[in-house]
T-cell receptor, first 115, second 109 residues
């Protein structure tokens, strides 16, 4: 079934630990995105990738890193987790980086708790 | 700065009509999106407007006025399954989406 998968579904993590959230899409979309969603706030862009081999910083990139070695995968790494990174993380993809009308398709999300 | 405003919560009755407003101030404009998000689930695409006017898609319609920085989502013949959050997002000059905090819509029988 075409779409985006994320792993893990949820995770409880001790502060200071390193964690990688996985995201894979099979729609051959060029652009991929990582968002965090916190209560009372809109989705906030962490990092994005317009095409394989390139990445860019979003609104809230500090404490996070990404890589885009191929079209399908876009992992998000927290090098040393802090409690303020407790959030729901969504990965998304779209057909093109520019041009309007390119809706973003979202994965099911990862609920991360940092203690 | 960039800002998207929409009401935090609205309540409506099953079978009725509800209008969810969104106002925006962004650096550039390359279209406005509406997404639906059920509790605990991912957002799903509802509509896209880039030109002024009304776009109708079944029970859902979306309106845009670029000069006023204003959009609304109109839901007709409300059903219980329409209980969800509705997210307004604007694509800015860098083709990045700026998101509102969402409007939680509660449908009562």
């Amino acid at each position: 079934i075409a779409g985006i998968t994320q792993a893990p579904t949820s995770q409880i993590l001790a502060a200071g630990r390193r964690m990688t959230l996985r995201c894979t899409q099979d729609m051959r979309h060029n652009a991929m995105y990582w968002y965090r969603q916190d209560l009372g706030l809109g989705l906030r862009l962490i990092h994005y990738s317009n095409t394989a081999g390139t990445t860019g910083k979003g609104e809230v990139p500090d404490g996070y890193s990404v890589s885009r070695a191929n079209t399908d995968d876009f992992p998000l790494t927290l090098a040393s987790a802090v409690p303020s990174q407790t959030s729901v993380y969504f990965c998304a993809s779209s057909d093109g980086a520019s041009g309007g009308g390119n809706e973003q398709f979202f994965g099911p999300g990862t609920r991360l708790t940092v203690l | 700065g960039q800002n998207i405003d929409q009401p935090t919560e609205m309540t409506a009755t099953e079978g009725a009509i509800v209008q969810i407003n969104c106002t925006y101030q962004t650096s550039g404009f390359n279209g406005l999106f509406w997404y639906q998000q059920h509790a605990g689930e991912a957002p799903t695409f509802l509509s896209y407007n880039v030109l002024d006017g009304l776009e109708e898609k079944g029970r859902f319609s979306s309106f845009l006025s670029r000069s006023k920085g204003y959009s609304y989502l109109l839901l007709k013949e409300l059903q219980m399954k329409d209980s969800a959050s509705y997210l307004c997002a604007v694509m800015d000059s860098n083709y990045q989406l700026i998101w509102g905090a969402g409007t939680k819509l509660i449908i009562k029988p």
